[in-house]
Nanobody, 123 residues
Framework: QVTLAESGGGLAQAGGSLRLSCAAS????????TGWYREVPGKQRDLLAL???????NYEDTVKGRFTISRDNAENTMYLQENSLRPDKTGVYYC?????????????????WGQGTQVTVSS
């Protein structure tokens, strides 16, 4: 079983910064892609950024140049550095990971979500 645990959320002022972390644990063989999503009540969960195992990163247009996604493959940890925060980025942030794990002697694919961490940006 693979689990993801986010940390680093909290309260920030507009223009400020936060760094979110997502630690993956379990019988992980590899993580092919990981991403960060934001969810607000009544709306769908939106993808903000994702990064592949070879470091190829992509961003949603409104966060380009302000957010940076990164990963430490040795530690199975992913990060989202959020700079120049705006109130419209308030929400619950979830990390997502897809990769391979071992179930018994069999290699199987996994997809997992973290439990979410609240980010509140005040104006």
């Amino acid at each position: 079983q693979v689990t993801l645990a986010e940390s680093g959320g909290g309260l920030a002022q507009a223009g400020g910064s936060l760094r979110l972390s997502c630690a993956a644990s379990g019988r992980i063989l590899s993580i092919s892609v990981t991403g960060w999503y934001r969810e607000v009540p009544g709306k769908q969960r939106d993808l903000l950024a994702l990064i592949t195992s070879d470091g190829n990163a992509n961003y949603e247009d409104t966060v380009k140049g302000r957010f940076t996604i990164s990963r430490d493959n040795a530690e199975n940890t992913m990060y989202l550095q959020e700079n120049s925060l705006r109130p419209d980025k308030t929400g619950v942030y979830y990390c997502y990971a897809a990769g391979d794990t071992r179930w018994g002697t069999t290699e199987v694919a996994f997809t997992e979500w973290g439990q979410g961490t609240q980010v509140t940006v005040s104006s």
